[in-house]
């Protein structure tokens, strides 16, 4: 049973192009969200987070926009280059739970120029 | 720049031998993970730690995988005796809470 999904296994934008990465959850529990990105060899670096609370989280190019009524979030990238081009992770947890992230299974990006 | 580091970065053994991963976690962070990540079942927590107690190994196969931390700078994943189906990329990652921060993982291979 997965709690949090990205059902896009892969996703190809032009450069400069905006670039709309999405995720589903079915645990109403969860209150704090993050995406991951990881390039290849590497692990999952840490790229932006929103909390419950909030709807929106903006930093540079990069926006998470949250529909709590949906459970959906999305990642958008504006404008998209070809260095963003790599797995993107959408994680959720409850931060009056524990530590625990439950990631879904990842979107490959792929930006061209 | 502190950085989570592991070793080996790569290990092909034979199946039954004993497999050791070792994680070095970012000096003051007192939560440590272990995740394991695959193509079909993507990234999935085996272990974690706060402040060296096992806090959830639910993930961890029990007959065969074991995490402990020794002290603050090390943590071990085993795995006694390997199988083929272990084969996969297994991260370590250090955080204070949930902003975690994952090391290059081990890639292992089992024969």
């Known amino acids: 049973d997965q709690q949090v999904k990205q059902n896009s296994p892969s996703l190809s934008v032009q450069e400069g192009r905006i670039s709309i990465l999405n995720c589903d959850y079915t645990n109403s529990m969860f209150d704090y969200f993050l995406w991951y990105k990881k390039y290849p060899a590497e692990g999952p670096t840490f790229l932006i987070s929103?909390?419950?609370?909030?709807d929106k989280n903006e930093d540079g190019r990069f926006t998470v926009f949250l529909n709590k009524s949906a459970k959906h979030l999305s990642l958008h990238i504006v404008p998209s280059q070809p260095g963003d081009s790599a797995v993107y992770f959408c994680a959720a947890s409850s931060i009056g739970g524990s530590e625990k992230l439950v990631f879904g299974k990842g979107t490959k990006l792929t930006v061209n120029p | 720049d502190a950085r989570v580091t592991q070793t080996p970065r790569h290990k092909v053994t034979e199946m039954g031998q004993e497999v050791t991963m070792r994680c070095q976690p970012i000096?003051?962070?007192?939560?440590v993970f272990w995740y394991r990540q695959t193509m079909m079942q993507g990234l999935e927590l085996l272990a974690y730690?706060?402040?060296?107690?096992?806090?959830?190994d639910s993930g961890m196969p029990k007959d065969r995988f074991s995490a402990e931390m020794p002290d603050a700078t090390l943590a071990t994943l085993k795995i006694q005796p390997s199988e083929p189906r272990d084969s996969a990329v297994y991260f370590c990652?250090?955080?204070?809470?949930?902003?975690?921060?994952f090391g290059p993982g081990t890639r292992l291979l089992v024969l």
């Open positions: 000096l003051g962070h007192n939560t």
């Open positions: 730690f706060r402040n060296r107690a096992p806090l959830d």
């Open positions: 990652a250090s955080g204070p809470q949930e902003t975690q921060y």
């Open positions: 929103i909390s419950s609370i909030k």
